[in-house]
Nanobody
Framework: QVQLVESGGGLVQPGGSLRLSCAASGRTESIYAMGWIRQAPGREREFVATLTWDAWSESTAYYDEAVQGRFTISSVNPKKLIYLEMNSLQPEDTAQYYC?????????????????WGQGTQVTVSS
């Protein structure tokens, strides 16, 4: 099994930046995709960004169009530590952000395919 621990959420003013981190432990070799899903009150879970890795540990990033160009997902240790750099944050980005892992070859932009989740970290964008 894989365990996930997120950090880095908080309160920021519109236009500001935050960086989220997610550390994975356990059977990380089983990870196909590792990324971020968010959920705002009263709304369904929404895909944000994710990374997949090939057999040579080369990564590919996927983004939802709502965050493309403002958010950057990266990894310094494949399948063990990822970051989400969030810039130009807006009130509509306010949500609980979850680090999530998919262990099967799936459509990674669909939030429902992720089978292991962290506890979540709150991001609030408000003046």
């Amino acid at each position: 099994q894989v365990q996930l621990v997120e950090s880095g959420g908080g309160l920021v003013q519109p236009g500001g930046s935050l960086r989220l981190s997610c550390a994975a432990s356990g059977r990380t070799e089983s990870i196909y995709a590792m990324g971020w899903i968010r959920q705002a009150p009263g709304r369904e879970r929404e895909f944000v960004a994710t990374l997949t890795w090939d057999a040579w540990s080369e990564s590919t990033a996927y983004y939802d169009e709502a965050v493309q160009g403002r958010f950057t997902i990266s990894s310094v240790n494949p399948k063990k530590l990822i970051y989400l750099e969030m810039n130009s944050l807006q009130p509509e980005d306010t949500a609980q952000y979850y680090c999530a892992v998919a262990t099967r070859f799936v459509l990674v932009t669909n939030p429902t395919v992720y089978d292991i989740w962290g506890q979540g970290t709150q991001v609030t964008v408000s003046s």
